[in-house]
């Protein structure tokens, strides 16, 4: 049988070469502001995809939280493509992402209050007689928006620009969120693909750009089942300075560097 590999997760799991409308899950444009697209460097998933003659696709989204980025790779998995193996790219907890509403009418002093109403409904009908991979879809005409990293975003918005981030928005996600939230939801989040993958047959590996946290590992070595395998790279590839306004941070000879060392830790045999 053929090897399907599929990436997920935050900038790090994207594609340099392309992108991933994270509405329709087709390919994306390229008018990010901050980060290049770069047509000549690969992905290390790529190469390694490459080297073993594995078909590889990528659902990364940029800024991504890990509720967003789950979602994407839920509902490519639940598509026609046989994957039979799983990258996920672990995320900052404290990122999370909003509903865009500038489709929606604006200087109306009723307008919040018709929408909750609306949503409610929508929510709760999609609950009792939607199937579940259509019910996780974003409604027509609604992008969600990638604020990133919550601390962060008190400054500046979700494409890095002077506009300052909604303070309604931080306030709501970081003031009025209970301490425990983000890790608990992050931990969910990935107890949910690993129980598809695992459901499917597919094998499955976390990963991520930054630092491997304890709180996340003590529950994968403890409380997970069925287990998965996990890689930590960047200790020892970091990102240079200008790695942040590279698609994926990474240059083509860097994410060769980042290849070489997971294959020394054993990535190959995960393929098998």
């Keep these: ?31 990010d502001l901050i980060r290049t697209w770069d047509r000549h460097t690969q992905h290390w998933c790529e190469q390694w995809a490459d080297l073993h003659n594995v078909n590889c696709h990528s659902v990364g989204w940029g800024g991504a939280d890990n509720t967003a980025a789950v979602n994407m790779v839920t509902r490519e998995l639940m598509g026609s493509t046989p994957y039979t193996h799983c990258v996920y790219f672990l995320t900052d907890p404290n990122r999370t992402y909003k ?49 990133g990293n919550t601390a962060a975003n008190l400054q500046f918005n979700a494409i890095h ?10 306030k709501y996600s970081m003031n009025l969120t209970p301490t425990p939230q983000p890790i608990q ?26 630092t491997w946290p ?17 890689f930590d790279f960047c200790k020892k590839v970091p990102v240079a300075g200008s790695g942040w ?7 083509h000879q860097e994410h060769t560097q980042i290849l070489n060392y997971l294959e020394s830790q054993g990535l190959a045999a995960w393929l098998t």
């Design 185 to 210: 939801n992050t931990v969910a989040q990935i107890a949910l693909l690993n129980s598809q993958c695992a459901a499917r047959g597919i094998k499955f590996m976390v990963t991520s750009g930054f």
């Design 161 to 170: 620009s002077k506009k300052s981030a909604p303070w309604e928005w931080i």
């Design 99 to 147: 509903r865009n509403t500038d489709h929606l009418r604006k200087g109306d002093r009723h307008f919040d209050k018709r929408d909750y109403v609306s949503r409610r409904w929508t929510i709760n009908y999609n609950w009792d007689h939607t199937e579940w991979s259509t019910a996780i879809e974003y409604p027509e005409g609604e992008m969600p928006l990638c604020m």
């Design 214 to 230: 304890l709180a996340f590992e003590t529950w994968r070595q403890t409380e997970c089942y069925p287990q998965f395998e996990k």
């Design 245 to 251: 306004k590279l698609r994926s941070h990474y240059t």
């Design 1 to 31: 049988m053929k090897t399907h590999l599929l990436v997920g997760g935050d900038s790090f799991a994207e594609f340099p070469r392309g992108t991933t409308d994270p509405r329709t899950l087709a390919p994306g444009r390229h008018d």
